[in-house]
């Protein structure tokens, strides 16, 4: 059982809504994901970084992958928010997409009420421990 912050659960299950962070993990739509990922509304996928000195725009591109739209990446940055490098900021402006960093609990947060509101949102989180 995965101690940690229950979320609400703002949408069906046909999309990739977090219900649980923490422990160094994420329940997301049912399925426990160790370690980082990258979530979209229709997928959640692992995301190779353990550290966000490791963060590049490589190391996204998954989640552009195959023909996803994002208008909004959160990025849950761990326990506390880090800047964002500015060349990945501008390669993802130059994209169209908005990108904000908080930490973890936050961006899983704002990631459910952006997905509840309909937008194109997708998330990169680094866990928690």
Same mark, same amino acid.
């Given at each position: 059982m995965i101690d940690d912050k229950t979320l609400p659960t703002p949408r069906p299950? +046909?999309?990739q809504v977090i219900q649980t962070y923490g422990d160094g993990r994420f329940r997301i739509s049912n399925v426990v994901h160790? $370690? !980082?990922v990258l979530v979209t509304p229709k997928a959640t996928l692992n995301w190779p970084i353990g550290a966000? @000195?490791? #963060? @590049?725009?490589?190391s996204l591109a998954s989640l552009f992958a195959e023909g996803r739209r994002? +208008?909004? %990446? %959160?990025? $849950? !940055? $761990? !326990?506390?928010?880090w800047? #964002?490098?500015?060349d990945l900021?501008? +390669?993802l402006r130059n994209m169209g997409v908005i990108a904000d960093v908080m930490d973890t609990g936050a961006a899983c947060r704002t990631y459910n009420v952006l997905l509840a509101e309909n937008r194109l949102v997708s998330a990169a989180l680094l866990p928690i421990a």
């Open positions: 299950e +046909e999309v160790d $370690g !980082a966000w @000195s490791q #963060l @590049s725009f490589a994002c +208008e909004i %990446l %959160l990025f $849950g !940055a $761990g !326990a506390r928010p800047p #964002l490098p500015t900021r501008h +390669e």
